[in-house]
């Protein structure tokens, strides 16, 4: 009976009741976002309503008047993060799927109150008699809804407040409105009475929010009526399985189980524990969560979207620790969720080898560390047991050292009743950045491109106010006639992009044959006649700008004038420089599939830049390309340009498409329809750039270097065509170059070079050798001079030493020879002179004078910049004139320890 439950009621054949429900009932099926939204202010994508969250200000945006939707979410960060609840309630997911229907000024409560009790009794046949219905404290309308329409007994109606039963606005003002919930009584024991309970140990799990937009919240704090109200619903799906499948809880249903059988498996025997249970729901959680987000390409960081990832995983872990768990084991929950999820979402079935690389790197990086920082921990929890406070200092010293996120220690300091001193955290914080920004030699300048709003210092010359949009011609041709709409004051970002001298405006058209930057594509550039020279394209709206720079000598209003009594313009290509790009562009593509051929199908494009000089290529991939690798690279990529292989364009619906296999990209928005780039069987894109016809025409293909960007992306950049022929003779007259200087013909250079560093290497090694006995006999005498400074041995002493690693010799000889002692030893005989400290084992261990806290009390009291280790630090000072000062400071700090 339990299994015939679970069939019926299986999470997939759920999704497919939901979504057929509401299509018979003229809803339009959309498709889940990525979990990246294109929202910037957001995070992730963490409700099935975001992609649609224009529509409810402005219904006639909206595509169609009502939708349905299985939307992916992830709520791991910001302030609507459930994070820190999964592992401690049954219900709570980072991950989740949120099952939808909304309306854009369609329907309303009428048909969302009634659709959700029939889709709940007459479908899912859940028993009446165990729903609650929550209601916002003064919805009328929704009471009367409930009680008349539908027949729903007053008495489980709670009327809430604010904070349960009224939704937005998302930010200071916008669209807003009550909502009503559905409750299920789970039979758990806890407080009678309905939902509404602070702590109701999970009897009443709501599994259903209809929200009704139906206000707009002003800046005067005024609950304006919106003309056309929407409706807006969540439901979670895991909740509803665990309710129909009458499992044990979220974690049990029929496509979580598996998932948490396979981190159960990790754990020791006997470590089955009530505690241990709760873990095991908290990692089979995140280990989903991260196989989506990673699927997608957000890789695991130090900051935003990254960071909160790499706090997911390192949870993760540290959850499993106390149960003895020491052996990796998120791979092994990543193939669980391919193989329960895959079918519905066939991203992270493509990406399963990428999501595998990256979290059994990110796990190895933080088990090395792991052990020690959880010692650690328990150390700082020890002793804050008195105030019931960890410093954040401590806190801080934890995430440096050990890489333990400050909210994952308050998390578990609170588990054992005590808080922890965030302020002091983020001054410890606070104070690192300074140190390292002072100590950075370049300063990071980030230049954010802003378009410019019609202000008044911004002028628009409107030509033809009828063109509103731009229709591209410039596939077929690099000329064309076009009419202009609007001359106005150009984004000055972009005039400084362009790196020219003069006068600029944009223009838009009403058509073009300039390519609008896009797609790492950059914009084309030529000429418009009675215009000017255009030096960059791209996109503003649903219009195409043309940035010209004017003849020298012509104002802005003179062209204005001549474009008023004639408004239109001819457009020419500068043919040249376009086929560069395009050759680029498609070498691009051939490149995307042979890494992924040569490195593994997880290789999934990152960034890209198509310039007529160059390509730049990003791409997720954990470790950095062999230079073996490299050569196959190129040498596919050359092989498929020298096969002369034709370059096709179709124009195919979105499923289509990605059903045909051509590559989409995580983050892109498509549309209904999109352009398919294929090159024969070699490599299917989708694509809106500029191509070859034939993969001859790219001519030669050479990979310039291979790099890394940033955790887990690495950088290809190449060279086609004219600038693969330039790179060829530069490196053939360099290689002659060499040749000449060593006197051997070119062939025999590498033999020699060779035999050079080999040269090298000896005389290197033999000059070690002097060094070190020079070091061992400098400091025999330098310890004759040796004096008592509080009962520790002290030398002082400069070193004629060509570098520093001769003076560290120096120091490592004279430090092996001290007992307990410490020694300053300078550098003579050079212009800024490096002075060491070093202290003995015994010096550090019987008396805690350490080296670098030394240095730091000379640096700070005498003005230099130093630091260091324990045993060994150093600084600089700005002659040799200081020692003496520098000698008599050490030794007074060592008198006064």
Not at 60 to 74: D, E
Not at 709 to 738: K, S, Y
Not at 754 to 770: G, Y
Request: net charge negative.
């Amino acid at each position: 009976m339990v299994s015939e439950t679970k069939n019926r009621y299986a999470v997939s054949r759920l999704v497919q009741d939901y979504l057929s429900f509401f299509e018979s009932r003229g809803h339009t099926l959309v498709g889940s976002a990525p979990l990246l939204p294109e929202d910037p202010t957001l995070l992730f994508t963490a409700a099935g309503m975001v992609p649609f969250k224009a529509y409810y200000s402005d219904p006639a945006r909206a595509p169609f008047p009502r939708a349905a939707s299985c939307q992916k979410c992830l709520r791991a960060g910001g302030k609507q993060s459930d994070l820190e609840n999964v592992g401690r309630t049954l219900r709570h997911h980072t991950f989740f799927e949120m099952l939808g229907n909304f309306s854009f000024g369609d329907y309303f409560k009428k048909e969302a109150i009634e659709w959700a009790w029939e889709l709940s009794t007459d479908v899912w046949k859940l028993d009446q008699a165990r729903i609650w219905v929550t209601i916002f404290e003064n919805d009328d309308e929704a009471f009367a809804l409930w009680t008349t329409h539908i027949g729903f007994p007053k008495e489980r109606i709670k009327r809430l407040g604010k904070k349960d039963n009224f939704w937005g606005p998302v930010g200071d003002t916008g669209v807003c409105g009550p909502s009503s919930e559905l409750h299920y009584d789970t039979g758990r024991a806890g407080p009678d009475g309905g939902p509404g309970h602070r702590d109701d140990n999970d009897r009443y799990i709501e599994y259903w929010n209809l929200v009704f937009p139906q206000f707009f919240y002003t800046e005067t704090g005024a609950y304006d009526p919106l003309p056309k109200p929407g409706i807006d619903t969540g439901m979670g799906l895991e909740r509803v399985a665990f309710i129909l499948q009458d499992v044990e809880d979220n974690f049990h249903t029929d496509e979580f189980l598996p998932i948490r059988r396979a981190i159960a498996a990790s754990l020791p025997k006997g470590a089955d524990t009530k505690k241990a249970a709760l873990a095991t729901n908290a990692a089979s959680d995140h280990v989903r969560a991260l196989t989506f987000a990673l699927a997608e390409g957000i890789m695991p960081s130090n900051e935003g979207r990254g960071y909160v990832l790499r706090r997911l995983l390192r949870r993760a872990l540290t959850k499993m620790h106390p149960f003895g768990v020491r052996e990796p084991f998120l791979a092994r929950g990543v193939n669980a969720v391919v193989t329960a999820m895959g079918a519905r979402y066939p991203e992270i079935v493509q990406r399963v080898d990428l999501v595998k690389e990256v979290v059994t790197a990110e796990e190895a990086r933080f088990q090395d560390t792991l052990e020690l920082g959880m010692g650690r921990l328990e150390a700082l929890f020890d002793a804050a047991k008195k105030r019931k406070i960890v410093p954040g200092a401590d806190v801080f010293q934890l995430y440096d050292t050990f890489g333990f996120p400050p909210e994952l220690t308050r998390e578990m300091a609170q588990e054992r009743g005590l808080e922890v001193d965030m302020p002091g955290f983020e001054k410890a914080m606070g104070e690192q950045k300074e140190r390292a920004r002072k100590g950075g030699k370049f300063q990071h300048v980030e230049i954010v491109e802003k378009p410019i709003g019609l202000s008044d210092s911004v002028k628009v010359f409107s030509i033809n106010p009828s063109i509103e949009t731009t229709e591209f011609q410039g596939y077929d041709s690099l000329d064309t006639q076009a009419g202009v709409g609007e001359v106005r004051d150009p984004n000055p970002n972009r005039v400084a992009k362009a790196g020219l001298d003069g006068d600029f405006v944009e223009i838009t058209t009403d058509r073009t044959v300039f390519y609008p930057e896009g797609g790492g594509q950059v914009g084309d550039a030529g000429r418009a006649t009675r215009a000017g020279e255009v030096v960059d394209t791209y996109r503003a709206g649903d219009l195409i700008a043309h940035l010209v720079k004017l003849a020298q000598g012509e104002s802005r209003e003179a062209l204005v004038d001549r474009l008023q009594s004639d408004a239109t313009v001819e457009l020419h290509v500068d043919k040249e420089r376009r086929f560069a790009t395009m050759r680029n562009h498609t070498a691009t593509h051939l490149l995307h599939a042979a890494l992924r051929k040569v490195l593994g199908t997880h290789v999934a494009q990152a960034g890209s830049l198509v310039a007529p000089n160059r390509l730049r290529f990003d791409f997720h991939h954990f470790q950095p390309v062999k230079p073996e690798e490299i050569a196959v690279i190129e040498r596919i990529v050359n092989d498929v340009v020298i096969a002369d292989l034709a370059v096709a364009t179709a124009n195919l619906p979105y499923k289509e498409a990605i059903a045909s296999g051509a590559m989409a990209l995580f983050g892109e928005k498509y549309g209904d329809e999109v352009r398919v780039v294929s090159v024969d069987e070699f490599s299917k894109e989708l694509c809106g750039g500029t191509h070859v016809k034939h993969t001859g025409e790219i001519g030669p293909f050479f990979i310039r270097q291979e790099t890394a960007v940033a955790a887990g992306v690495r950088r290809v950049e190449a060279v086609t065509g004219e600038g693969a022929f330039g790179l060829a003779r530069r490196t053939m007259d360099d290689w002659a170059q060499i040749a000449a200087v060593l006197r051997v013909a070119p062939h025999e250079v590498e033999k020699r070079v060779r035999a050079l560093v080999e040269e090298n290497e000896a005389m290197q090694r033999e000059r070690k050798k002097s060094e070190s006995k020079r070091a061992e006999s400098g400091a025999s005498e330098a310890l004759a001079s040796a004096v008592d400074a509080h009962g520790v041995r002290f030398v002082a002493t400069t070193v004629e030493a060509p570098d520093v690693n001769a003076l560290r010799s120096y120091g490592d000889a004279l430090r092996g020879k001290l007992g307990v002692g410490v020694a300053l030893v300078c550098q003579t005989g050079v212009e800024k002179p490096v002075c060491l400290i070093v202290s003995s084992d015994a010096a550090i261990k019987e008396r805690g004078l350490k080296a670098d806290d030394l240095a730091r009390r000379v640096a700070t009291e005498l003005g230099f910049k130093g630091g260091g280790k324990p045993h060994m630090a150093q600084f600089g000072i700005p002659s040799i004139l200081e020692f003496e000062r520098v000698r008599e400071f050490v030794k007074r700090a060592l008198e006064s320890a």
